[in-house]
């Protein structure tokens, strides 16, 4: 009864290479989220769709291509990857974009790039 | 633009200590105010939220209030467990900016020991 589940888990690759996250949610929300924490635990929102358009998107480097099938499934494809991409990757939804909703998050992604 | 500053940590606390985590913010519109806790490999978890001044939330014994005189939301416990030993994340979620975009301050590590 998971609520937002990612996959993989952990994700190990070589700098160049291209990799995808995979992120649904089953709390009929219609807004969902990706951020990125760093080595330091700063956590900062990359993107955001709502019924499946995009509404945020921050200033993230064009290798970063968020796409969603459906309200309940937001997925990350990352391009080319560098070094500075090692970092957790959380998926969060929430019911709304109205800013008073609280946010449900993911378990993360941990991205290293060797 | 709008921001969250939090008391850098780590805190470390004896168990059934006072606990308090300082979160004062920055912000043009209105926002709501969130805490989040992030126990070790997981993601966040709401722990609780005030979306007008002087709002009260309250959840498992942690209390904070919306202060807007001294745009602050500071956390506290009275009698802190082991099990409260976690990263806890103040953020703000502006209605101004039309979309529930969460802006976190850099979280503050709680130890909390026997």
């Known amino acids: 009864d998971t609520a937002v589940s990612q996959t993989p888990k952990y994700l190990v690759t070589q700098m160049g290479n291209d990799k995808s996250i995979k992120c649904e949610q089953n709390?009929?929300?219609?807004?969902m989220y990706w951020y990125k924490q760093d080595s330091k635990k700063f956590l900062k929102i990359m993107f955001s769709y709502n019924n499946k358009e995009l509404i945020i998107n921050e200033t993230v480097p064009n290798r970063f291509s968020p796409k969603s099938p459906d309200k309940a499934h937001l997925n990350l494809h990352i391009n080319s990857l560098e070094l500075g991409d090692s970092a957790v990757y959380f998926c969060a939804s929430s019911q709304g974009w109205g800013g008073t909703q609280p946010q449900h998050f993911g378990d993360g992604t941990r991205l290293s790039i060797l | 633009g709008d921001s969250v500053t939090q008391m850098e940590g780590p805190v470390t606390l004896s168990e059934e200590a006072f606990l308090t985590i300082n979160c004062t913010y920055t912000a043009t519109g209105y926002p709501s105010l969130f805490w989040y806790v992030q126990y070790p490999g997981e993601g966040l978890q709401l722990l609780l939220k005030a979306t007008k001044a002087d709002d009260k939330g309250s959840n498992k014994g942690f209390e904070a209030t919306y202060r807007k005189e001294t745009t602050s939301f500071h956390l506290e416990k009275g009698s802190v467990q082991v099990s409260d030993s976690a990263v806890y994340f103040c953020a703000l979620s502006d209605r101004a900016g039309g979309y529930n975009k969460l802006i976190f301050g850099a979280g503050t590590r709680l130890a909390v020991h026997p």
């Open positions: 709390l009929g929300h219609d807004t």
